[in-house]
């Protein structure tokens, strides 16, 4: 099992765990494929992280399983945009930290994949 950790990254974690759900389980293969035809930010940025996980490890990526995909929160920057009468109001710009954990895939993983 190998793993990649991108931190930092300025992108919502709400919309990216949209998109890290949907790789969850899957062959490494077919999720960066899907990945390449997905219109997310997102997808550009998570598809690098199990490309990583992948060379992390030394494995082919039609060997490995998308093990777990995990979004969490990284700081928030705080900015102002100046309004009127001098009054400010606050733009929130949201990080995230990126976790891939890719493992060889079993026999019994590949047959339940391949079920649904």
């Given at each position: 099992m190998s793993?990649?950790?991108l931190r930092y990254i300025r992108l919502s974690p709400t919309k990216a765990r949209l998109v890290a759900r949907e790789v969850q389980g899957m062959n490494a293969e077919v999720a960066l494929a899907s990945l390449e035809f997905t219109p997310n930010k997102a997808a550009k940025i998570i598809s690098k992280?199990?490309?990583s996980a992948v060379a992390?490890?030394?494995?082919?990526?039609?060997?490995?399983?998308?093990?777990?995909?995990r979004v969490d929160a990284g700081?928030?920057?705080r900015r102002f945009m100046p309004r009127a009468r001098g009054r400010a109001t606050p733009i929130r710009k949201p990080t995230s930290h990126i976790y891939v954990e890719?493992?060889?895939?079993?026999?019994k993983q590949k047959t339940k994949r391949e079920g649904k």
């Amino acid at each position: 099992m190998s793993k990649a950790l991108l931190r930092y990254i300025r992108l919502s974690p709400t919309k990216a765990r949209l998109v890290a759900r949907e790789v969850q389980g899957m062959n490494a293969e077919v999720a960066l494929a899907s990945l390449e035809f997905t219109p997310n930010k997102a997808a550009k940025i998570i598809s690098k992280v199990i490309a990583s996980a992948v060379a992390n490890g030394g494995y082919e990526p039609q060997s490995v399983v998308v093990k777990s995909c995990r979004v969490d929160a990284g700081p928030v920057l705080r900015r102002f945009m100046p309004r009127a009468r001098g009054r400010a109001t606050p733009i929130r710009k949201p990080t995230s930290h990126i976790y891939v954990e890719v493992a060889v895939a079993s026999n019994k993983q590949k047959t339940k994949r391949e079920g649904k």
